[in-house]
């Protein structure tokens, strides 16, 4: 077992990872920026760091300044969370060159599953069902134009080494497909320093499903259901949910089993997960995010299996210690991601948090490392908090949060929590009939 581990990372995902590492006897190390001095985990770690100024790119993405701390504290690996560098394989890569342990995947897989052309092509090795697409990259719009005719109008222009919404153009037809495929490729060069777009056929209504799967060192697979990720907001997720309101337990099994399937096929190990979009019954491979997610809560909540301890324990080349019939799935949970941002206009509202109160009772749960007198920077990602419900029926869970989301309490600075109020209330999300659109349609309503 590791006796430290540095945090690469920062806000409610570096203290999750503290929290994990404290109850398996491991010491922590924090790195943070000069902005973050005052953060709770930088609090509570046994040591901590300053890595550079206030932008990310001076700090937490700073390798070499995160490398430095790792050797100068005696650090034995490095947990990178999500975001940030957590599926940088260069970075991977130094940290194994200095002989620490990268806590995630090996630094071929997270390039091989970062590159999206390279994740298709590698997942119709591995018997993933795919949407209908362009074998590669596309290069010019001659071919483009090609390809529409081929796959069928709607299609989508994708960036390879996109991500968030960025370098993704729907063309209707081919009178779009020009100017798709030109902003597409412009966005994409300008977000990733990488052009390179393919295409998809653009599916009309589908719903956002991703399996999480679990896999160690020595060939052994499992999978812990899936999250319906589908509520988003630019391509953004706002809410995730497990088990879907959308599948029933013979299609849960059936893509759990082909998702462990691919994974031992292709040698995966670490905590990941398989994206997918779905549609009139049918998967469609979407991407695989090879790190720990931030919806990751909800998994733990209707399993009981802590994920970040796991994502630990196999990095130490552990053995899981259990197969798939042994993982039990019960009851359901929500997870809404609450930022520091207006409701309606969605500008970020950075600034002091004068008031703090986080509910509580039976199954509900608060991932955050804010506070009272925290003053929340304009720098980073506005998420403050994570408010996660479980309850024994769907029914239970949304009378839960809504009575969690009335006791939350968080003043100085605008938030998210009436936009929650209003979706869990809503009759369409109540029956659970909504898709990857749903949200953006209801805010536009007036």
Known sequence: MFEKVLIANRGEIALRIHRACREMGIKTVAVHSTIDAHAMHVKLADEAVCIGPAPARDSYLNKAAIISAAVLTGADAIHPGYGFLSENADFAEMVEAHGLTWIGPSPKMIRLMGDKVTAKRMAIEAGLPVIPGSDGAVDTLADALAWGEKIGYPVIVKASAGGGGKGMKVAHDAAEMESAFTLAKKEAGSAFANDMVYIEKYL????????????????????????????????????????????????????????????????????????????????????????????????????????????????????????QDDINFSGYAIECRINAENAKTFIPCPGKITDWHVPGGLDVRVDSGMYAGYVVPPSYDSLVAKLIVRGKTRNAVLMRLRRALEEFVIEGIDTTIPLHQDIIANPDFIDGQYNIHWLERFLEKP
């Open 204 to 323: 009309q209504n589908p719903r956002h499903i991703e399996i999480q799967i679990l896999a160690d060192t020595h060939g052994h697979v499992v999978h812990l259901g899936e999250r319906d990720c589908s509520l988003q907001r630019r391509h953004q997720k706002v809410l995730e949910e497990s088990p879907s309101p959308a599948l029933n337990a013979e299609q849960r099994d059936k893509i759990g089993a082909v998702v462990v399937h691919a994974m031992e096929k292709i040698g995966y190990s670490s905590l990941g997960t398989v994206e997918f979009l779905y549609e009139n019954g049918a998967f469609y491979f979407l991407e695989m995010n090879t790190r720990v997610q931030v919806e990751h809560p909800v998994t733990e909540m209707v399993t009981g299996i802590d994920l970040v301890r796991e994502q630990i324990r196999v990095a130490t080349g552990a053995e899981l210690g259990y197969a």
